[in-house]
Structure formats: C-alpha cells, structure tokens
C-alpha cells in the first residue's frame, strides 16, 4: 500500500510534467531542407544536389521571359526539362537529425513533411508526372507516399498552360526512431513514345521539402525546482508513514504542490474527459 500511496503523488508529478508540455508546445516549420531547389542561379542551370538513376531523358535549360510564372514563383536559375521516361529520375536524400534539422526528440513525436514543385504542362501530349517520398527509418522500415499528376489536354497549343504548384504529404506517427531519411523524387511519363532526345514532358521549377513538427521548450530552472520539491516531499512523506499505519481508519498524510502557475498559462475549450 506504501508503494501505492508513492505511485500516486508520483503520477502527480508526471501529470504536472504533462501540463507544461502542452502548454509550452509550438508548432514549427523548419522551411524548405533541400539544396539547389530552383536548379541553378541567375542565368545559369545546374542539377547539383540532385542524383539520377537513369541515363538520359532528363536535362536543365534557362527560364524566359515567356514562361508562364505565377505571382509570387520563384523564376531565378533554370528548369527541369522532363522528356518522358519513367525510369529517368531525379532525386534528392536529406537525414532529419543527422543533417541537423530536427532532434530525435522531435522527430519522435512524429512530424509532416510536404514535398511541393511548381510544374508547367505545356503542350498537348498526355505526360504524368510523380511526386515521391520514401521514408526510411533508422531501423530500415520504409514508408512511402506517391503522388501522379496526369495532364492531357489534346487541343491545346504549343506552349499553353501555366506553371502550378502540386504537394504530395507525408504524415509520421509517433515513434522510437532516432532518425529518418526522406527521399524527394520525380520522374514522368509521356505516353506512346520512346526516347529519342525530345523533350515532351513538363519543365518543373522550384522542387522543395519542408517538415512541420512540435517543438517544446527545455524545462526552465524554476520549472525543474518545482519538481524536484515534489519529488523530495513525496520521498519524505512515504518514508515517514509508520509500519503500523492503518489505512482504512486513519486519515491520510495532506501534500500540497508548491506549483505557481503563471497568470498567461489557460486551456481554451476545455471538454469533459473520460
């Protein structure tokens, strides 16, 4: 029963530990996490930071005054010009922890991570380009998360359409990782033809990866005071309870929490919990 009456004053502390969580807890972003986004500066076209696994079908080439931007796109350096072939990819890796973009203690949380790219479907074949994520945990468990965007438009005119931004979201749960690696992929298809050096598929611009995750405050030094008080008043109560202590007569020993909570700490919408 001793060790019971401990448990429960130490449920306490844990609960007070629970409280400070939720009330400290931030929701971030940790923005764009891959390199070389926008595949090259000012006039100039580069795929470094990217990896390929095919040997063709894939080149860069400059933006123009023509292309078809939409406010607030990013239109410096150049553009991946797809030209039709599934097995022609790019792709880029990115470690959450061991690149320094979260904690193990973030990621264990669980986290979001959306992949977006501005895309310009400008001619009339039908093309369908994938947006891909894979995710692999420390332990070599994968996940995935795929999206297609198909684009036929058989009247259209040569260079119609407009640059659009597409996102594929990826969503992790809770876990005991201590760290993922996330894949960003693309690649496309055009439909009835073969490689012959043309480039038929969409050009794609601006290729991003950002992580949303919560992010708590370290405990402060007075929060930790807090509870360590609580632990050592606990200790002294149990150690002094008698051996001969009836528990079903007498009352038992009166502990109150020396917890002060600032005056900006409130819950908002408070329901009933079972």
Known sequence: MRYLYYGIWFSIAISFLCIYSIGNAQTLNTGNILTNSTFGTGGNTTTTGWSTDGDHGIHTHGAWNGFPYQTGMDDSG?????????????????????????TQSEVNQGFTSTMGADVWFWNSIENTLTLKQTVTGSDGSVSTQVREINDHHPTRSMNGGTFTNYTNV?????????????RAELYNETAGTTYDNYHRGPDVDN????????????????????????DGDITDIVENIPDDFNWYEEDLPIFEIP???????????IETIY
């Open 78 to 102: 150049g553009v991946l010009a797809f030209e039709g072939h599934e097995e022609d990819n790019v792709y880029q890796d990115v470690d959450l922890v061991g690149d320094g973009h979260l």
């Open 170 to 182: 990826y969503t992790q749960g809770s876990n005991t990782q201590t760290d993922f690696t996330i």
């Open 207 to 230: 290729v991003t990866l950002d992580v949303t995750y919560t992010y708590i405050p370290p405990i402060s030094e007075e929060t930790q005071d807090v509870i360590d008080d609580i």
């Open 259 to 269: 917890v002060e909570f600032d005056d900006t700490f409130y819950f908002e919408d």
